[in-house]
T-cell receptor
Framework: SAVISQKPSRDICQRGTSLTIQCQVD?????MFWYRQQPGQSLTLIATANQGSEATYESGFVIDKFPISRPNLTFSTLTVSNMSPEDSSIYLCSVEAPGNTIYFGEGSWLTVV | GENVEQHPSTLSVQEGDSAVIKCTYSDSASNYFPWYKQELGKGPQLIID?????GEKKDQRIAVTLNKTAKHFSLHITETQPEDSAVYFCAALGPDGSARQLTFGSGTQLTVLP
């Protein structure tokens, strides 16, 4: 299995500001992902965080709004830029462990006011 | 791309009864099907998974079945307990490749009544 730590776990942010979420894994993994889960909804993939290169974004998500870093095989960050109330969501870090098993962190619960 | 449908959206059962949640997928190339349990205020927790070369897998009170021909898979929870109350998500993962990603169902809110 993989143990995933996310920071912050929860935050209240002012409209127009940006927040960076950190994801740390206890072992080296090739694949790391960032998901968004809006209140009462399912999970939507934002992007795949690629080590050493630019992230791969899904339709509807852009780098200017959600810049991602992946400096090594155990760490990634997601920034939510210029936040609006519509960005209030749970942001989840996910990793693919050996054997294709996919694990999630506990999430970062953001409220934008 | 892959599309996963999940039913029912809500399910209430009496403690001790069984619960069944069903999912269908569209991409026959998908080969990995995990189930996640999400309790209030927590991230999704992997509870069981199945790969396309297996028809059934069981772990204590939880079992998953896969029908590749019909492209559907189901989660079975027996002897339900109040602590089983949560939202359950099914998902499907495609084969290795540039378009590989986990696609989720819409979730099932399971309530186990004491």
């Amino acid at each position: 299995s993989a143990v995933i730590s996310q920071k912050p776990s929860r935050d209240i942010c002012q409209r127009g500001t940006s927040l960076t979420i950190q994801c740390q894994v206890d072992s080296q993994v090739t694949m790391m992902f960032w998901y968004r889960q809006q209140p009462g909804q399912s999970l939507t993939l934002i992007a795949t965080a690629n080590q050493g290169s630019e992230a791969t974004y899904e339709s509807g998500f852009v780098i200017d709004k959600f810049p991602i870093s992946r400096p090594n095989l155990t760490f990634s960050t997601l920034t939510v830029s210029n936040m609006s109330p519509e960005d209030s969501s749970i942001y989840l870090c996910s990793v693919e462990a050996p054997g294709n098993t996919i694990y999630f962190g506990e999430g970062s619960w953001l409220t934008v006011v | 791309g892959e599309n996963v449908e999940q039913h029912p959206s809500t399910l209430s059962v009496q403690e001790g009864d069984s619960a069944v949640i069903k999912c269908t997928y569209s991409d026959s190339a998908s080969n990995y099907f995990p189930w996640y349990k999400q309790e209030l205020g927590k991230g999704p927790q992997l509870i069981i998974d199945i790969r396309s070369n297996v028809g059934e897998k069981k772990d204590q009170r939880i079992a998953v079945t896969l029908n590749k021909t019909a492209k559907h898979f189901s989660l079975h929870i027996t002897e339900t307990q109040p602590e089983d109350s949560a939202v359950y998500f099914c998902a499907a993962l495609g084969p290795d490749g540039s378009a590989r990603q986990l696609t989720f169902g819409s979730g099932t809110q399971l309530t186990v009544l004491p």
